[in-house]
Structures are given as structure tokens and as C-alpha cells.
């Protein structure tokens, strides 16, 4: 079982996700934080970034899914970023949390978040 992860928190992008059509319209910014787990031995050992996950495209995949194709709600936004993350077979699991600051509440908040767990069967 793998235990090392590697985090990206606060990857920020505009989308058209919501119920409503004014936010599929207007668009809003969602912040999105990744924890992908994955063996971090091999880059250890060769200090080589061909031996590990490399964040930084793994960063440009979950914003790109942010800013893609607009989604209803936020538990398929949250998978498809989870999906995106695990294209890269060195990643044994990832946690995914999509904050929606900006959703349309008619109560005082400061967020909202789903946050799911994926891996690899």
C-alpha cells in the first residue's frame, strides 16, 4: 500500500457548472485541491522527473476539465477531475475536493465542497 501523496491545493478556474442556467451562463471561479498517492521512490532515488507524476500536467488536466465542457452538479465535475488524475498509471489514488465559493445560496456561507476518494479498482 502506497503512502506517500503529493498535493496541489487551490488550482483555480472559471466554469459553467451549476443547475441554474445563469451560472452555466455567467460562469463562476471553482478551487479545486488534489492529493494524488502514488510510489515517490523511483524519483527518489534517480532525482529524474521521467520517474514520477508530474504535477504540473496534472495541475493543467484538472483545470482543464474545470474550464471544459460544462456539468449540472458538482459530484460530476468532481469525478471527472478524479478521472483525469488517474490517466497517469503511476497514481494509485486520489482525493478530490471542488470548492464553489460563489454557489447560490440564499443563506450566509463561505463555501461549499464535495470531496471524493478514487483509486485504481
Known amino acids: 500500500m502506497t503512502t506517500d501523496v503529493v498535493t496541489l491545493r487551490g488550482l483555480r478556474g472559471t466554469g459553467r457548472h451549476g443547475w441554474f442556467d445563469f451560472e452555466r451562463a455567467a460562469g463562476q471561479e471553482f478551487v479545486v485541491d488534489v ?3 502514488f510510489d515517490t521512490a523511483p524519483a527518489a532515488a534517480s532525482d ?3 520517474d514520477t507524476v508530474d504535477y504540473g500536467a496534472i495541475g493543467a488536466a484538472v483545470l482543464a476539465v474545470v474550464e471544459g465542457e ?3 452538479l458538482i459530484e460530476t465535475l468532481v469525478q471527472r477531475i478524479a478521472d483525469a488524475c488517474l490517466v ?6 486520489v482525493r478530490v475536493t471542488v470548492h464553489k465559493p460563489q454557489a447560490p445560496l440564499t443563506v450566509p456561507f463561505t463555501d461549499v465542497t464535495v470531496s471524493i476518494v ?3 479498482g
Open 48 to 50: 529524474d522527473l521521467a
Open 70 to 72: 460544462p456539468v449540472r
Open 118 to 120: 478514487r483509486g485504481r
Open 88 to 93: 497517469d498509471p503511476r497514481v494509485d489514488s
Open 35 to 37: 492529493e494524488l498517492t
